[in-house]
Nanobody, 121 residues
Framework: QVQVVESGGGLVQAGGSLRLSCAAS????????MGWYHQAPGKQRELVAE???????NYDDSVKGRFTISRASAKNTVYLQMNSLNPEDTGVYYC???????????????WGQGTQVTVSS
């Protein structure tokens, strides 16, 4: 069971920046795609950005040009640099890690507990 822990959330004024961190551990194989999801109050959890082990990224249109997802060389840590934040970005940000075992052909997913981001005007 892969363990996922997020950090870096907080309170920031509109136009400000935050950097979120996500660390995955306990993999039985290798960590493949890792992504960040946003859940605004009363809304569904939605994908914000994801990154493959090779560095291929995918962003939701709402954050393109503002957010940047990156991956550490260890491949078990990802970051989300959030710039030009607005109140609509407020919510809980969850990190998801895909754990793939190539021998057993088993795919598992781990979710973090989330980190709160609040953007005030």
């Amino acid at each position: 069971q892969v363990q996922v822990v997020e950090s870096g959330g907080g309170l920031v004024q509109a136009g400000g920046s935050l950097r979120l961190s996500c660390a995955a551990s306990g993999s039985i194989g290798r960590i493949n795609v890792m992504g960040w999801y946003h859940q605004a109050p009363g809304k569904q959890r939605e994908l914000v950005a994801e990154i493959t082990p090779g560095g291929i990224t995918n962003y939701d249109d709402s954050v393109k040009g503002r957010f940047t997802i990156s991956r550490a060389s260890a491949k078990n840590t990802v970051y989300l640099q959030m710039n030009s934040l607005n109140p609509e970005d407020t919510g809980v940000y969850y990190c998801k890690a895909e754990d793939f075992n190539p021998t057993l052909l088993r795919r598992a997913y781990g979710w973090g507990q989330g980190t709160q981001v609040t953007v005030s005007s």
